[in-house]
């Protein structure tokens, strides 16, 4: 044994050749600051030897890196900029130790080398895969760039484009395209691939493989001539000002730290990436997104506590079809749990099955699935007109008409033909769980499931416990949405639950500006473009539909009067009475047309000015901040309101729900980032100059308490996965 440490150890394989294994306690490899120390220590250990003639880094896992610990990420970018950029130095001396070493390498990958992973196997000589293997950067998705030399190393390996290409896009390449691209010198088959490094680590030493000859082309400057730079550079950046636009900077600065170090060395070239990744992580953006992958690992961590605790759904029905219903089906079934589609209509039912076929040719299409699971998820639906088969389900989503008499009817019903123990759930959107409870005799094993539309693209499913549900109930809805490869959140029952109640107050926002005299269009531009939503309110609004909007919002009224409930005809109503229900019908804010590909088209409709003149004041220029500020008060307010009542329980989870369900910008983070982010004095001292609007715009006291206090909301919740 040549070293020995928590993490790792080295020692003799045969013929002088070493193994460098990577086995830290747990089931998957990081490098986290106590590894990478452990890493240098067995550097030492090595270069002390005189035996060695090669050696082979490899993984006693299924995998061989995840990457860097990202849990330590937050508290290590606050640090002062001298301290982070002594870390990173502290890093790269290390994977550089690696390349220095006086005799080949060897990365030997199964599994997962992604970002930290995939630059330590960047730093040796070679790099052989078995069929399992996949490598990547995806730094980008996390709002920063490789920080160990991913931007030095990869351009030289592969070539400036296909760098900028995997970086700027955070791609992983599966083993055929890693060795197609360079990533990687062989692929085998899992079984072989330790003899197969041996083979090829035996040629380097004997001089059959010039291997120096690779480590100086990965230490020397870019092979580029002025005018091959001029040109890969200029298309780099004008392709990633148009995919990640302004709000997202990483993709960008990686171009910009692989540009001005195309001239130098390894060394100086760290440097750069170095200069590049302090002055990135210090913005906002980095931390919105990387809290983000932490809320997502806190949510994972929930679902798998709910899975251990509750039963495995083995079987699951869904009662109505259609779009939804067959939605539903869908992701049950193709995630490996049979599903009994019942309706009442035959037609629905073909819709439904319509439904979840068109979305299984969409995967076959793109080489996702093959004919003979498409054929298997398809045979694991069943249609029917009847109940012949529901006392097998162990979970039934209840999907019919947004009525509470009729979803009440037949919960009643269907309580009645299924196994003591098994689960009802409704996929209701704002009728309260409580109010559906009554019908039932085993209310303890009802709750709310409610999935977002499209069902198969929307992460979140908010599960609503009711007063009567009990914990047994929501484990085993949680588990099964997980199962169903959705993002459950939790929330306690109230008109709206969480993300419509929160949504309907910024719809408000959104009348009042245009009573107050603001263009729709420029709302919609300012909210997209300046903030960062995916749609405007108003091209929203006709998404959802108007007439589901008109009749939600009246129940928002009917359970927050004070806030929600408004005494003058707004927009909503003015497209409600004209008919215009947005995109179902073609016309709504905008008018619609389908484009060549099929989808929905939106164009500015001259009609809707007139029509709005009676419920649109005189015309008023308002500021993109203004606009900003007045369309989100109402909703961040009412976001607060639901974590001091109890409805949702955390930051974190509120977050991921208003990201997952309403396409909250990613680089916000969600409400409380977005609050910590911009300061809750600064918020506090904004808001209150609206508070003449109406209670929709007063701030709750918890918040403006935490904000006297000098208080943030995720102060006291630095999340752990």
Same mark, same amino acid.
């Given at each position: ?10 020692r ?21 600051r106590?590894?990478?120390k ?5 550097l ?11 050696l ?5 896992k ?6 860097a ?9 606050s ?20 390349e ?12 997962f080398?992604?970002?930290g ?35 030095v ?22 083993a ?6 360079g ?10 691939l ?23 082309q ?9 005018m ?16 990640a ?12 730290a ?5 001239r130098a060395?390894r ?28 809320n997502?690992?806190?949510?994972k ?16 029905a ?5 779009i ?5 089906a ?13 309706d ?15 979305l299984l ?9 093959n ?63 409580d ?6 005799k085993?209310p ?8 977002f ?30 199962k ?7 929330v ?15 719809f ?13 269009t ?6 997209e473009?300046k903030? =960062?939503?995916?749609?405007? $309110? ?5 998404v959802?539909?108007? #007439? +589901?909007a008109?009749? /939600?919002?009246? &129940?928002?009224?009917e359970g ?16 409600f ?11 709504g804010?905008?008018?619609?047309s ?6 929905p ?51 974190q ?7 997952? =369900?309403?396409?909250?910008? $990613? ?8 609050? #910590? +982010?911009?300061?809750? /004095?600064?918020? &506090?001292?904004?808001?209150d100059?609206?508070?003449d ?16 206090q ?7 919740q630095?999340?752990?996965?």
């Amino acid at each position: 044994m040549i070293y020995q440490g928590d993490t790792l150890s080295v020692r003799y394989l045969e013929d002088g050749i070493a193994e460098l294994n990577l086995d830290a306690p747990g089931s998957v490899n990081k490098f986290d600051r106590a590894t990478l120390k452990s890493l240098a220590d067995a550097l030492s250990a090595l270069e002390s030897e005189t035996d060695v003639r090669g050696l082979l880094l490899t993984s006693a896992k299924s995998t061989f890196v995840v990457g860097a610990d990202i849990t330590e990420f937050l508290d290590m970018f606050s640090s002062p900029d001298e301290d982070l950029a002594q870390w990173i130095a502290d890093a790269n001396s290390v994977f550089s130790r690696i390349e220095d070493l006086p005799f080949p390498t060897v990365s030997v990958i199964a599994g997962f080398a992604l970002g930290g992973g995939c630059e330590c196997i960047l730093s040796t000589d070679f790099r052989i895969a078995d069929t399992t293997a996949c490598i990547g950067l995806p730094e980008t998705k996390l709002g920063i760039i490789p920080g160990f030399g991913g931007t030095v190393r990869m351009p030289r390996l592969v070539g400036a484009d296909t760098a900028m290409e995997l970086i700027t896009a955070g791609k992983e390449s599966k083993a055929p395209a890693a060795l197609k691209l360079g990533l990687v010198d062989a692929v085998t088959a899992p079984d072989d691939l330790r003899d197969a490094a041996i083979r090829l680590i035996t040629q380097a030493i004997d001089g059959k493989l010039d291997w120096e000859k690779r480590r100086e082309q990965k230490k020397a400057p870019l092979q580029l001539n002025k005018m091959e730079a001029t040109m890969s550079f200029t298309m780099a950046k004008g392709m990633v000002a148009r995919v990640a636009g302004a709000h997202y900077p990483a993709p960008m600065a990686a171009v910009l730290a692989i540009e001005e170090a195309s001239r130098a060395n390894r060394d100086e070239a760290l440097l750069i990436e170095s200069k590049h990744f302090v002055k990135l992580v210090k913005g906002p953006v980095t931390q919105a997104l990387v809290g983000l992958f932490l809320n997502d690992q806190f949510l994972k961590s929930k679902a798998k506590k709910a899975a251990k605790e509750g039963k495995e759904t083995h079987h699951a029905a869904v009662l109505g079809a259609g779009i939804m219903g067959g939605g539903i089906a869908y992701q049950s079934a193709s995630r490996g749990v049979p599903v009994l589609m019942k309706d009442i209509s035959q037609s629905s039912l073909e819709m439904g099955m319509k439904e979840a076929s068109k979305l299984l040719n969409k995967q076959l299409e793109r080489g996702r699935i093959n004919g003979s699971k498409m054929a298997d998820v398809l045979a694991s639906i069943t249609p029917s007109l009847h109940y012949a088969g529901i006392e097998q389900a162990d979970v039934i989503v209840e999907a019919v008409v947004e009525n509470p008499t009729i979803k009440a009817a037949v919960l009643s019903e269907v309580e009645s033909l299924i196994s003591e123990d098994a689960v009802l759930t409704s996929n209701t959107s704002t009728i309260p769980i409580d109010l559906l409870a009554k019908s039932l005799k085993r209310p303890e094993n009802f709750c709310g499931m409610h999935f977002f539309n499209p069902v198969h693209r929307m992460p979140l499913v908010e599960v609503i416990r009711g007063k009567d549900t009990s914990d047994e109930t929501v484990s085993r809805v949680v588990a099964y949405a997980a199962k169903m490869g959705k993002s459950p959140v939790v929330v306690n029952d109230c008109p709206g639950f969480f993300v419509n109640r929160v949504l309907f107050p910024y719809f408000a926002g959104f009348s009042l500006l245009l009573r107050d005299g603001a263009d729709f269009t420029k709302i919609d531009k300012v909210m997209e473009k300046k903030f =960062g939503w995916p749609m405007g $309110p108003a091209y929203l609004l006709d998404v959802v539909g108007i #007439d +589901t909007a008109h009749h /939600a919002q009246a &129940v928002m009224a009917e359970g927050f009067p004070t806030r929600m409930a408004k005494d003058y005809r707004d927009g909503v109503d003015v497209m409600f009475e004209q008919q215009r229900f947005g995109q179902k019908n073609g016309l709504g804010f905008y008018q619609y047309s389908i484009d060549r590909k099929g989808k929905p088209k939106k164009d500015v409709d001259a009609e809707v000015s007139p029509l709005l003149s009676t419920v649109v004041g005189k015309n008023t220029d308002y500021s993109d901040e203004e606009i900003i500020n007045r369309m989100m008060v109402p909703m961040i307010n009412e976001v607060v309101r639901c974590l001091e009542e109890g409805i949702i329980a955390t930051p974190q989870e509120a977050d991921m729900a208003l990201v997952y =369900g309403l396409g909250f910008p $990613p680089f916000r983070g969600g409400v409380f980032r977005y609050l #910590d +982010t911009i300061g809750l /004095a600064n918020y &506090v001292a904004m808001a209150d100059k609206l508070a003449d609007l109406g209670p929709a715009y007063e701030i709750p006291q918890g918040l403006r308490d935490k904000a006297t206090q000098g208080e943030g909301y995720y102060d006291a919740q630095r999340q752990s996965a």
